[in-house]
């Protein structure tokens, strides 16, 4: 059996871009990796006064999160940060105390942007939310990628060489840090 991989689309939009580069990424990986996306879209807004009696919409985004061997984030950078949705999904995840879905699931961050810092600013934010919650990640090669719609067609094609070429690398480079990290936390699952 594969690897599974629940990835999160940081963004609401239906016309998103890094929705189009979840699509690309996805294409683009390798076959051993199965994709399963884990939406953030449905929850409310996360208090701690749901955690004596956790709703549905919170189990299952834990349950999902839990069943994945690896977890992607393809998010936009949202004044400099994490977008309020994706963050509120985290804050879900990580409770209640005790229970933080995240803890040593390996994990890769990527995103794009129309500008030219590609979500960098946000990607460091992420590092820091994903380390206080001991979800490892791959820490090289980063990827920050500024959207170009002559480049990323709407159903995942790429259509530059190098561009193309870069993102598989990431994908494989994700694949084999998602395999080492499970040889020691769930040695003989794969
Ligand atoms: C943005 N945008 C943006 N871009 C960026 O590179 N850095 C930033 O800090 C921000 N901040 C920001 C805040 C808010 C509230 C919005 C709506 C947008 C622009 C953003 O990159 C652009 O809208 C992307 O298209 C968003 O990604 P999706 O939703 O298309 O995937």
Redesign the pocket.
Known sequence: TGIKIGYFVG?L?S?????TLSKALIRLAPADLEFTEISIGDLPLYSSDFDSDFPPAGQKLKQAIEASDGLLFIT?????SIPGALKNAIDWGSRPWGTNSFARKPTGIIG????G?G?A?MQSSMRSVLSFLDAPQLNSPEAYITFSSEVFGEGGEVNNEATETFLRHYMDEYCAFVQRVLAVTAPGHI
């Open positions: 963004s939009a016309n998103s871009i890094n929705r936009p950078e949202y004044n400099r794009a942007s129309p500008g810092i979500t600013v």
